[in-house]
């Protein structure tokens, strides 16, 4: 059974971003029992600012009630069965993580999505070139999973105003490092051991704008 957690407001770092010159069109292909993307059966989608997010049930007889699980719900609850084949185009202009899951093979609670369910993961940067150089940083942390105890690594030397925030299952800061610029190729050590086990994220912040958003799961 896979889990997927909520994971909101992302606003506050990210801020407004321009959506891009030529949106994608993404088709998240639903399943009994499931959901896919590019042949994958996984939920999670990291799509970019302006984008449009489409769900289709090609085969198959049972009900799948689509529901978004962020604070505002990012679309009215929409069916796919048999006489609905295709959902709604959803667009999304606002950057953030958007939690959803199908109503009758997945649950919620405490912040959790079990069963059937994914997220949808927008970023957004001004220009193409912006984009390109945040997206050259790729900031990682591993192992992953981990026990608590893990290595931040960044592929390039990091600037001035380079930091790195961990956020818990519903959206609350609970970390953040400054990354500096000296950091060494082989990475700064980070203890993470007094957190509970569970799914976390975090976020490269650089010159107050998102870079990039990554899953972490702790056992601790």
Not at 16 to 41: E, K, L, M, S
Not at 54 to 80: E, I, K, N, R, V
Not at 124 to 142: I, M
Request: proline content about 8%.
């Amino acid at each position: 059974m896979k889990v997927f957690t909520r994971f909101f407001l992302l606003l506050a770092m990210a801020g407004a971003a321009a959506p891009p010159a030529r949106a994608a069109q993404i088709t998240i292909t639903v399943g009994d029992n499931y959901y896919a993307y590019n042949g994958i059966q996984n939920g999670d989608v990291a799509i970019k600012v302006g984008d449009v997010v489409t769900w289709s049930y090609p085969t198959g007889t049972s009900s799948h009630p689509t529901m978004s699980d962020s604070p505002s719900p990012a679309w009215a609850l929409f069916q796919m069965n048999a006489s609905s084949r295709t959902s709604p185009a959803i667009p999304f202009n606002t950057p953030g993580v958007y939690p959803y899951h199908c109503t009758s093979h997945g649950a919620f609670s405490n912040g959790v999505i079990t069963g059937m369910g994914g997220t949808i993961t927008v970023t957004g940067t001004a220009t193409a070139t912006e984009d390109a150089r945040l997206a050259a940083l790729a900031l990682t942390l591993y192992p992953n999973p981990s026990r608590g105890f893990v290595t931040v690594q960044l592929r390039q030397r990091p600037g001035p105003d380079y930091k790195l925030r961990l956020f818990n299952i519903i959206g609350q800061e609970i970390r953040s490092v400054a990354l500096r610029p000296d950091l060494s190729a082989t990475g700064l050590p980070l203890d993470l051991s007094s957190l509970p086990g569970g799914v976390y994220f975090y976020s490269l912040v650089v010159d107050g704008k998102v870079a990039s958003t990554k899953r972490l799961v702790l056992q601790n």
